[in-house]
């Protein structure tokens, strides 16, 4: 999955706990990029608990690191879409997978 705000992709992980951070965006979990996280205004939804951003989104519910409150997801119905909130990424993208898949799965 791709950062939410630039649509960068993770590379493969070093050692450690990872650079990129969770977080809950309209109902959806997304990925911030360490690029991203410098920014001020991450536009995140927040804990209506303690106004906190660390949400995870699971099974329909939406649940706050900090405080630990939980919530039922609002339906998606009255929602933007998921593939709205993440930018289409690189041009020639498409390209690119389907040139890979082609070669592992030996199309022609």
Same mark, same amino acid.
Request: contains cysteine; hydrophobic residues 35%.
């Given at each position: 999955?791709?950062?939410?705000?630039?649509?960068?992709?993770?590379?493969?992980?070093?050692?450690?706990?990872?650079?990129?951070?969770?977080?809950?965006?309209?109902?959806?979990?997304?990925?911030?990029?360490?690029?991203?996280?410098?920014?001020?205004? &991450?536009?995140?939804?927040? $804990?209506?608990? %303690? /106004? #906190?951003?660390? *949400?995870?989104?699971? &099974?329909?519910?939406?649940? $706050?690191?900090? %405080? /630990? #409150?939980?919530? *039922?997801?609002?339906?998606?119905?009255?929602?933007?879409?998921?593939?709205?909130?993440?930018?289409?990424?690189?041009?020639?993208?498409?390209?690119?997978?389907?040139?890979?898949?082609?070669r592992v799965l030996g199309r022609s």
């Open positions: 999955m791709p950062c939410y705000r630039c649509g960068a992709r993770q590379t493969d992980p070093v050692r450690g706990v990872s650079p990129w951070k969770r977080g809950v965006r309209r109902e959806a979990q997304v990925l911030v990029c360490p690029d991203c996280q410098r920014e001020h205004d &991450l536009d995140l939804d927040t $804990c209506a608990t %303690c /106004g #906190s951003i660390s *949400l995870i989104c699971r &099974l329909g519910e939406v649940e $706050c690191r900090s %405080c /630990g #409150s939980v919530r *039922l997801a609002r339906s998606r119905d009255s929602l933007i879409s998921a593939e709205s909130l993440v930018p289409a990424g690189p041009p020639g993208l498409a390209a690119e997978v389907e040139a890979a898949l082609s």
